[in-house]
């Protein structure tokens, strides 16, 4: 009697497993995802090359503080807006690249997204135009572009960068630059890309000796780092 009952119980057991799907784990994320890229974030590199006249472009001229022989181009890893690593390229002078390093080692290190970031000749030396397209960039030939006579920018001499133009701004004389940066002219409401006072953008350049164009009071330039202050 007992030996009918156990198999009386298996065959109701295998009646009820009848038509059940099959456990499955569930499907891996795709390898681009957040989760994924958080997993495997590749280190960070920077690759330092000499840099031509004809590399440079029009960032570039005769009679240009510096010359092509002062400047180097550094290819580093950078975090993007989409939460993924990117490389890009910055010129700076040659004694200003160890400080570059560093700093923009800091900021992938912690994540702090960067739209693009490409060597202003791409743009035929138009600051207007890498502006727009929020380009981070840091030698450019040209004047400093506050009012009174034109001394040259600290970007001229390569030490100077300036990181996600659109999200921020210069204000001169009332007048947002780029103007696609007006919206985030309202530094009090902090969106991502913003640098702000104390923030981790102005932490890593502080600790390489670099001042910050947000604390410019009648001007804030809060795109802008420089080891001049100019």
């Known amino acids: 009697m007992r030996r009918a009952l156990v198999t009386l119980l298996a065959l109701a057991t295998a009646v ?5 799907p099959a456990a499955r784990s569930a499907p891996a994320g795709p390898s681009t995802g957040t989760a994924a890229a958080a997993r495997h974030w590749p280190a960070y590199f920077t690759r ?3 840099v031509t006249s004809r590399e440079l472009g029009k960032s570039w001229r005769p ?6 022989s002062g400047l180097r181009q550094v290819a580093l890893r950078y975090a993007g807006f989409d939460h993924r690593p990117h490389t890009g390229r910055l010129v700076v002078a040659t004694g200003a690249v160890t400080a570059i390093e560093r ?5 992938y290190h912690h994540r702090f997204p960067i739209r693009r970031m490409r060597p202003i000749a791409a743009y ?4 207007n135009r890498s502006m727009r397209n929020d380009n981070t960039s840091a030698f450019n030939c040209r004047y400093a572009v506050a009012n009174g006579p034109k001394p040259w920018s600290a970007h001229a001499y390569g030490d100077a960068i300036d990181i996600d133009p659109v999200e921020n701004p210069y204000v001169l004389n009332g007048k947002v630059r780029p103007a696609k940066g007006k919206r985030y002219a309202d530094r009090s409401h902090h969106r991502r890309g913003m640098i702000t006072a104390g923030s981790l953008p102005v932490r890593a350049f502080r600790a390489v000796s670099w001042q910050w164009g947000g604390r410019w009071s009648s001007s804030p330039d809060w795109q802008h780092f420089s080891a001049t202050g100019g």
């Open 16 to 20: 009820l497993c009848i038509g059940l």
């Open 48 to 50: 330092v090359h000499h």
């Open 63 to 68: 009679g240009c503080p510096v010359g092509p």
């Open 103 to 107: 700093a923009m080692h800091t900021l």
């Open 124 to 127: 035929g030396g138009s600051d």
